[in-house]
T-cell receptor, first 110, second 116 residues
Framework: KNEVEQSPQNLTAQEGEFITINCSYS?????LHWLQQHPGGGIVSLFM???GKKKHGRLIATINIQEKHSSLHITASHPRDSAVYIC????????????FGKGTLLTVNP | DAGVTQSPTHLIKTRGQHVTLRCSPI?????VSWYQQVLGQGPQFIFQ???????GRGNFPDRFSARQFPNYSSELNVNALLLGDSALYLC???????????????FGPGTRLTVL
């Protein structure tokens, strides 16, 4: 069993829909990251969370430390949001070891 | 400011060969980490270097090695390449300003290695 599990693996939405991607982890963490990866490989860091909630534009990330669960929400989705979204848990403390989920492939259709 | 840069962008090797991948962190970033991403999977942690010392190692064989130079750039070396080493190799840097574990990592574009 992976230490970091994401769901769903694939998600197709219509433009404008509200999207939720979930991440559960089984290890103790110091921070949880949400990353975006476009075709071709480049990874962009969206959020780093250790508690509560963060918002950036149409993206919202939440984390519940007690339940070891995090969610990434996209409001008013757009085709340019189509990408792979990956959550990663930093369980290494100051050694900063990231354990990644397998990613969620999001496709937003116009 | 330039982001994390990696070279080469693409590389084709044959089984048994050796490969060296290079990474230049963002200016001022002292920590570099390497990850392997096999097609269809999430990245896997290989190494972390900070101040030229190895600070973490993932579950990879001794064929994988790395080093960090005084200018904080880094090389990842893989010996005796296997078909299964074909992957996207990602480098990430972070500033480690506070020494805590809550710095954001910045990823490079990756080097796509194909082993034939």
């Amino acid at each position: 069993k992976n230490e970091v599990e994401q769901s769903p693996q694939n998600l197709t939405a219509q433009e404008g829909e509200f999207i939720t991607i979930n991440c559960s982890y089984s290890v103790g963490i110091s921070a949880l990251h949400w990353l975006q990866q476009h075709p071709g490989g480049g990874i962009v860091s969206l959020f780093m969370l250790s508690s509560g909630k963060k918002k950036h534009g149409r993206l919202i990330a939440t984390i519940n430390i007690q339940e070891k669960h995090s969610s990434l929400h996209i409001t008013a989705s757009h085709p340019r949001d189509s990408a792979v979204y990956i959550c990663a848990a930093n369980s290494g403390g100051s050694n900063y070891k990231l354990t990644f989920g397998k990613g969620t492939l999001l496709t937003v259709n116009p | 400011d330039a982001g994390v840069t990696q070279s080469p962008t693409h590389l084709i090797k044959t089984r048994g060969q050796h490969v060296t991948l290079r990474c230049s962190p963002i200016s001022g970033h002292k920590s570099v980490s390497w990850y392997q991403q096999v097609l269809g999977q999430g990245p896997q942690f290989i190494f972390q270097y900070y101040e030229k010392e190895e600070r973490g190692r993932g579950n990879f064989p001794d064929r994988f090695s790395a080093r960090q130079f005084p200018n904080y750039s880094s090389e990842l070396n893989v010996n005796a390449l296997l078909l299964g080493d074909s992957a996207l190799y990602l480098c990430a840097s972070r500033p480690v300003v506070t020494g805590a574990s809550t710095d954001t990592q910045y990823f490079g574009p990756g080097t796509r290695l194909t082993v034939l």
